[in-house]
């Protein structure tokens, strides 16, 4: 099982970015994916996750309105459309997966496997 976190880069304010998910090894179908971010200093959040189904959609506060989780399972990904960003979204994307129902961005444990992230900087 192996989800590789792509898109990452160097984003004016204001801008947008769209984050990719590709899993490998597995069927995405029947996998939540949640996303979560790092910045330097600070604790792993939870952004958004999508369960398999695409029932359950949450977002966290400080995205809701500006990033949009979506799935494509033909092509076994998972996208994160960013838009307006802000420099506090500034952070490492890591992106992961559990096969269970429903999903949630409060805990990180709840996820079986992680990828590596990439790095999200909004900057002027």
């Not at 990033?67 to 033909?74: E, H, L, P, V």
């Amino acid at each position: 099982v192996q989800l590789q976190a792509s898109g990452g880069g160097l984003v004016q304010p204001g801008g947008s970015l769209r984050l990719s998910c590709a899993a490998s090894g597995f069927t995405l179908d029947y996998y939540t994916i949640g996303w979560f971010r790092q910045a330097p200093g600070k604790e792993r959040e939870g952004v958004s996750c999508i369960d398999s189904s695409e029932r359950y959609i949450f977002y966290a506060d400080s995205v809701k309105g500006r990033f949009t989780i979506s799935r494509d399972n033909a092509k076994n990904t998972v996208y994160l459309q960013m838009n307006s960003l802000k420099p506090e979204d500034t952070a490492v994307y890591y992106c992961a997966t559990a096969i269970k129902r429903g999903c949630t961005v409060r805990t990180p444990t709840w996820y079986d496997y992680w990828g590596q992230g990439t790095l999200v900087t909004v900057s002027s």
